[in-house]
């Protein structure tokens, strides 16, 4: 499966971003999605994931301020960002895994390009 994840942009804190992720390739509906993070010089960082069922998990960084969904007819999965904090700056990386395993990017099969997310301060 292909991802092109686009949406990312500069917002003072306080403000929202709507990311997406478009997939391309393979049937959708069957694969597990996720959101990564990555800042310089630390590893890439788990945001949230959303299941084929639509169950969501989210890190504990994230729960309360984003939501992740999914429109399996689109081929698309969103991240909402609310509440924006400047520690949510980073590249961020949509994901796709055949089946469900961990919340660690190793666990991700298919990755997207990322896009920068800056919030300022």
């Known amino acids: 499966v292909q991802l092109q994840a686009s949406g990312g942009g500069l917002v003072q804190a306080g403000g929202s971003l709507r990311l997406s992720c478009a997939a391309s390739g393979e049937t959708f509906s069957n694969y597990v999605l996720a959101w990564f993070r990555q800042t310089p010089g630390k590893e890439r960082e788990f945001v949230g994931r959303?299941?084929?069922?639509?169950?969501?998990l989210y890190a504990d960084s994230a729960t309360g301020r984003f939501t992740i969904s999914r429109d399996n007819a689109k081929n698309m999965v969103s991240l909402q960002m609310n509440h924006l904090l400047p520690e949510d700056t980073g590249v961020y990386y949509c994901a796709a895994a055949i089946s469900l395993r961990g919340i660690q990017s190793s666990d991700y099969d298919y990755w997207g390009q990322g896009t920068q997310v800056t919030v300022s301060s």
């Open positions: 959303i299941r084929r069922t639509g169950g969501t």
